[in-house]
């Protein structure tokens, strides 16, 4: 069973999701989402670990942070003071992270080696500078909020384009990833996470993209795995990270495209 829980941290509420008993293992989710995203993966992790699904600063139900953050680093100290008040001990943990959480959790194993057992990997990606620099310039419009709705319009269009085109902003045939026809339903979802972030929904996300280089997975000396998930949009950026070169401490694995033998994968990993 999931449960949700607040924690009070230096004054500020961390919500994050639980589920089953023996070693931490704790998930950090993608940008604008939060722990929700988890609840599949928390149920098959559950027989295995005490897994904790925390909602980053910002977003879901947690606090931002105090100050406007610059990078990633801004947000690690937060991270270590949570971890060490839900694990009561300096024993490591295990950390897996997907996109925006990947990049947290590399950036987490590098600063605090000592606290990390296993890191895993999922979309996980490397950018060369120049698409970088056009993905930060284009990726994340202004959605404050307008007297004529216009900001919902443009949510809805970012929501939209989301789960056919990468970048969202190039909505041409060299930059589809999918056929898939979402439903309205998982566009309006998508759309309200946006919008539930609020006016700085593009904190953690844009900082995570600054992150994405294949420099900084090669700073982390933890064991570590990374997926290779053969339906995810940053397919090709995974791949290019691969070939930049992976350490001896990181292992690649495969996962399949469906969502079942995608999670089947990971359990399995994780569980070895």
């Known amino acids: 069973m999931i449960t949700r829980h607040l924690l009070e941290v ?7 999701r639980r589920a089953g008993a023996g070693p931490l293992a704790f998930l950090l989710h993608a940008s604008p989402r939060n722990s929700a995203m988890f ?10 670990f005490t897994v904790i699904a925390p909602d980053t600063p910002g977003y879901g139900l947690t606090d931002a942070l105090p100050t406007q953050p610059d ?12 971890f060490q008040q839900i694990a009561q001990s300096n024993a490591p943990f295990c950390v897996y992270g997907t996109a925006t959480g990947a990049q947290l959790g ?19 990606a490397h950018f060369e500078d120049a698409t970088r620099d056009e993905i930060i310039q284009h990726y994340f419009p202004d959605f404050t909020p307008q007297a004529d709705g216009g900001h919902l319009q443009q949510v809805w269009k970012m929501a939209s384009s989301f789960f056919n085109y990468f970048p969202w902003f190039k909505n ?17 979802t998508a759309a ?14 844009k900082a995570a993209f600054e992150h994405e280089k294949a420099a900084n997975l090669a700073k982390v000396t933890v064991p570590t795995t990374l997926f290779r998930w053969k339906g995810a ?22 996962t399949q495209a469906a969502t079942t033998e995608r999670y089947a994968g990971i359990v399995a990993r994780m569980t070895r």
């Open 10 to 16: 230096d004054g500020q509420y961390w919500h994050y």
């Open 39 to 48: 609840c599949p993966l928390m149920e098959l992790l559950s027989p295995y």
């Open 71 to 82: 990078t990633l680093g801004d947000y690690l100290p937060y991270f270590k003071k949570f």
């Open 106 to 124: 590399i950036a987490y194993a590098y600063t605090y080696p000592d606290d990390v057992q296993h890191l895993y990997l999922d979309n996980a």
């Open 172 to 188: 041409d045939e060299a930059h589809r990833v999918s056929t898939y026809s979402p439903t309205v339903g998982m566009v309006h």
């Open 192 to 205: 309200m996470e946006f919008l539930n972030a609020g006016p700085h929904y593009a904190a953690a996300y």
């Open 233 to 254: 949009i940053l397919l090709p950026y995974i791949d290019d990270l691969i070939r930049c070169g992976l350490n001896s401490n990181v292992q690649l694995v495969e």
